[in-house]
């Protein structure tokens, strides 16, 4: 797919390199290099944006491949937001989990900030009160 004849959306996730370069310079948690690598094989779904043969941006969606699956890691290089790229991205993540994911899979994800207006536009909805996210972060001794 091809946003603004400059940017193209593949079906493909991104370099481990570039996982990890998209996340940092978006202010996402870094992640190690072993993790990453084991994560991104792992997706169920993973998209990148490609300009000019650099990845820009990235999404991906992550599950047990039947009742939950939770849409992570989007980012777009700072330098490229304000082109719609987190819409295409979304787009491309729902259509995928339209077409794979079994009548009522729960699909959800963590918005940060006002990234909340651009999931509302897919039918995300805030599940406060009812139910808050809750997390944590391993870390293992002497690491």
């Known amino acids: 797919m091809s946003v603004a004849g400059r940017y193209h959306v593949e079906a493909l996730a991104p370099s481990l390199q570039d996982y990890l ?5 978006t202010g996402l948690s870094p992640k190690s290099e072993d993790g990453a690598r084991i994560g991104l094989a792992n997706s169920c779904c993973a998209v990148r944006v490609r300009h000019a043969g650099e990845t820009v941006g990235m999404g991906r969606v992550i599950g047990d491949g039947g009742c939950f699956y939770q849409v992570v890691d989007i980012a777009v290089d700072p330098a ?7 819409k295409a991205i979304m787009a491309a993540l729902m259509d995928w989990l339209q077409q794979y994911a079994p009548d009522r899979a729960y699909v959800s994800l963590i918005a940060d900030g006002a990234a909340k207006h651009l999931y509302a536009g897919f039918g995300f909805q805030e599940t406060a009160p009812a139910s808050v996210g809750m997390a944590r972060l391993l870390r293992r001794p002497g690491v």
């Open 21 to 25: 370069r998209l996340r940092q310079i």
């Open 80 to 86: 490229h937001q304000g082109q719609g790229l987190g």
